[in-house]
Structure formats: C-alpha cells, structure tokens
C-alpha cells in the first residue's frame, strides 16, 4: 500500500520538484581530488556518511550511499551536515586533508604531550632525532601489514639490549558503510572532530597519549622510563579515519 501511494503521488498532481545539489571534493590546499558529483532528489534529502532511503525522478524507492566519498590518501577535514530535501544547497565543497598531513600534526602534540607529563613526574623531556622519526614512520606503515612488535623482517625493537623500544596503538574506523562510528565511546585512541566539525590533532593526540599513560604499567613505564634520550612518533592514517600508531625510544649511542 505504502509503494502504491508513493507511486500516485509522484504521478499525480503532488510531486514536489526535483531538486540537485553538486558536491565538489578538494583538498585543504585547493586541489581538486575528483569529479564533482550532482544529486538529484525530489522527496528526501541526502545523507554525507552512511546511505540515504530516498526517492528518484521515477517515483521508485532506493539507497544511495553519502556524499562524502573516501578518496585515497586523504580522510575528511570537517565531519558534514546531513541535508533534508527542504535544506539541500545547490552546491556545496567537501575538504580532506592528506593522511601524512594529518599524521605529521597529530604527532607534534602527542609528543608535547607525553613531554609535557613527563615534566610534572621529574623527568627529562625527549629529544628528537631525525633518524628516529624515519624509523618510526616506517613502523607505522609496516603495522597494516602486521600487528605485532616483531616486524615483517623478523627484527624487534623491543628485543633485550637492542637500546630501543616501542609501543603502538591502533585507532578504529571512524566513517563506516553505515556512517559514523561510536565504536570507542570516549575509550582509547581514535580520530576527535571538535564541535564545530574540523578534526583536532591535539584532541586526537590526547586520545593516543592517555591510552598509552594509562592502559597498563608496562606501557606507562616505557612512557616515563629514564634511560632513553630520544623519542619520536608516527601515525600512518587511511582514508577512513583508522590509523596504527608507532612510538619509538632511543638510548644515547644505541646502534643505528
């Protein structure tokens, strides 16, 4: 009954009119990263995560997937609205920043961060170290391929005497096939949009910090150890919002 009535009022006299709104995707540096897109709705309006129940020009129901689409190499700059069919502009700009982009921001306040509680405990802030911070990043990519302390090649950096260590972290999904995910609720680290919708490197940063100062004494301890001179941080971002976190200490004269 319910198909019928949406087919004699699409047919009829009641048919609102069509309505469209073209959504163009750039980068937070201008770049155009792909073809515009134009949705055409003439009932409900469109989802930017997740899909939309709407109808066609043809009057038949169906789903569409949202107008924030993931575009490799990139992760959404600003969470977007969801627009009903009375509210959709005719046109709109979704922006992303570049992963690597992203990870270099995030990582300069997370180790602020861990620099600045290790001052209140006594202790010396890290150094940075340039070779070290190449090490890290590697070690952020190799964790898609595999999570675990022991590398694809076998190697450790937590092996005993080898003058390094490391700890990770892994943030989940953020925009799923369904939209946004909830999945952490406020636990361990993920991907943090402030209230006015842009990503926050610092708010993010925290949500790695604190899981690493506070889910266990071993990770703390590494955190707060004495013996390491240098430190450097990398997270290796995807397109969804997800991102694996590698954290590496280096003692003074350890071998390269």
Not at 44 to 59: E, L
Not at 72 to 90: A, D, E, I, L, R
């Amino acid at each position: 009954m319910g198909l019928s009535l949406v087919g004699a009022g699409v047919l009829g006299n009641t048919v609102e009119a069509a309505k469209t709104m073209t959504v163009n995707y750039v980068s937070t540096t201008g770049q155009q990263l792909r073809a515009p897109i134009t949705y055409t709705r003439v009932s409900n309006g469109i989802n930017a995560f997740g899909t939309t129940y709407t109808y066609t020009t043809s009057g038949y129901p169906n789903t569409q997937s949202g107008y924030v689409k993931t575009i490799k190499g990139y992760v959404p700059h600003k969470v977007q609205q969801n627009y009903t069919y009375q509210s959709m502009p005719s046109s709109l700009t979704v922006k992303y920043i570049k992963e690597s982009t992203l990870a270099r921001k995030v990582e300069k306040q997370y180790l602020k961060q861990i620099n600045a509680y290790r001052v209140t405990k006594g202790l010396k802030a890290f150094k940075h170290r340039a070779s070290l911070k190449t090490k890290a990043i590697v070690r952020s990519k190799e964790l898609w391929t595999k999570l675990s302390h022991v590398r694809p090649n076998g190697q450790s950096y937590n092996s005993s005497n080898s003058g390094y260590a490391e700890v990770m972290a892994v943030l989940p999904t953020y925009f799923t096939s369904y939209g946004i995910s909830t999945y952490n609720s406020g636990q361990g680290a993920t991907i943090i949009y402030n209230s006015n919708g842009y990503v926050s490197y610092k708010k993010t940063a925290q949500t790695a910090s604190n899981e690493l100062l506070t889910c266990d004494a071993e990770h703390r301890d590494t955190e707060l150890n004495n013996w390491a001179t240098y430190s450097e941080v990398a997270f290796s971002f995807h397109a969804d919002g997800s991102a694996k976190m590698a954290q590496l200490f280096e003692l003074a004269g350890a071998k390269e």
